[in-house]
């Protein structure tokens, strides 16, 4: 198979890549990622040892850079590459269109004109909006994204299935659920509390902490993108997520508990704007149609994320010591190293 992942140097698609690589050695994959301050090329090692791995250094809005690679031949494109955090997208909102909306439709347009057997957009349960206390997303609920990352998620979903539904592109959409494991940047809640546990650091918790998310290990993600790449229907939308509803107080909790740090670090700060409410998913299409299901418990799975962290003291504090410093005491007033 020839294969163009876009954002493999990120969290996600780092982790889809290792696990595709590893299943399928001989594919020839192309990973496209423009390095922001999310892409490491720490999270890329090793896969330069599987012959028919390329890097290349660009941003999926280039299309000329891009283009030989899509007159080249592809069989499928997995397009990982976005801005991907809510609180950065309130306060800039302007590059979450641009390479959220407009490089999709880029890509897009390249994979219309060069023939692209399959086109899977990667999503995000947050393009459905909020839930009560009651009740799961489908495949069905419409779209009612609150925030400028979420709406520009669902912009790129809407532009895919246009894409479908005008040129025949056979475009699939998968909306997972909030991942965790190893990679993952840490200014998304899981990492960033292990590390402010790890530091005896402020753990800032948003509101009453009572919003609900439901946890899906990013290895569960990656097989049911496998699943989805190999057998999923064009001009569909799957949803994926690991029926694991946490509130956010109770995770931070947890993983006090599993580094043995006291919850006096634990501090309630302002809330997010607009704030979702609760995140849970129905998977029974996945399930039904490509016989896929979430197999990482929580428990296990978080206990094994945290002792990543710990044995990859490393990476974060490389992370840490540049531009997310400025970013963190923008917002929050201090510096995750207290400098
Ligand atoms: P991430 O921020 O860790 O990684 C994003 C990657 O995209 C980085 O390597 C970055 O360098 C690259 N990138 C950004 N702009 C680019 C551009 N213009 N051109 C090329 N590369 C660019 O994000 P993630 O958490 O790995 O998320 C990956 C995808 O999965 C995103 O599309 C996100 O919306 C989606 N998603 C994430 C979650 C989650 O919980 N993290 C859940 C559901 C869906
Ligand atoms: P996050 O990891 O940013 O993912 P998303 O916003 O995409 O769901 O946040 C997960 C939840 O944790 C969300 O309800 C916001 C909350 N949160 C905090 O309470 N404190 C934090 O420092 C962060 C980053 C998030």
Redesign the pocket.
């Known amino acids: 198979m020839r294969l163009l992942v876009t954002g493999g140097a990120g969290f996600i698609g780092s982790n889809f890549i290792r696990y595709f690589l590893r299943r399928y050695p001989e594919t020839e994959l192309i990973n496209v990622d423009l390095l922001t301050y999310a892409g490491n090329v720490a999270n890329m090692k090793g896969f330069s040892v599987y012959p028919g791995y390329r890097f290349v250094h660009a941003d999926i809005n280039d299309r000329r850079k891009l283009e030989p690679f899509f007159a080249s031949g592809l069989e499928a494109v997995v397009n990982f590459a976005a801005e991907s ?3 950065r997208s309130i306060d800039a909102p302007v590059i979450f269109a641009r390479t959220n909306i407009d490089g999709t439709v880029n890509l897009l347009s390249l994979a219309q004109r060069y023939g692209v057997k399959r086109f899977i957009q990667i999503s995000t349960d ?1 393009v459905y909006g909020t839930l009560g206390a009651e009740g799961v997303f489908t495949e069905t609920t419409p779209l009612a994204p609150n925030n400028p990352y979420a709406a520009s998620k669902a912009g790129a979903d809407l532009m895919g299935l246009a894409f479908y539904t005008t040129y025949g592109l056979p475009v699939i959409i998968t909306r997972c659920s ?1 991942n965790y494991g190893p990679y993952q940047f840490p ?3 899981i990492p ?1 509390v292990i590390i402010n546990a790890l530091r005896e650091e402020p753990i ?3 509101g009453d ?1 009572q ?1 609900v ?1 439901d946890w899906i290990h990013v290895e569960d993600h990656c097989r049911a993108l496998e699943r989805v790449l190999l057998d999923g229907r064009p001009g569909q939308v799957y949803n994926i997520g690991a029926r694991t509803e946490r509130t ?1 107080l109770e995770v931070v909790r947890r993983i006090l508990q599993l580094v043995g740090k006291p919850e006096r670090l634990i501090r309630f700060v302002g809330d ?1 704007p607009g ?1 979702d409410r609760r995140y849970a998913m129905a998977v029974d299409k996945i399930r039904g149609e490509l016989g896929w299901e979430a197999q990482i418990d929580f428990r296990q799975g978080l206990a094994q994320t945290v002792a990543w962290y710990l044995e990859h003291r490393n990476w974060w504090r490389t992370i840490l010591s540049g531009e997310y410093q400025d970013y963190y005491q923008r917002n929050y007033g201090y510096r995750l190293e207290g400098q």
Do not use: F, W
């Open positions: 955090h809510v609180d947050e909030n200014e998304k809640l960033l800032p918790v948003y902490g919003q998310r956010n997010r704030h």
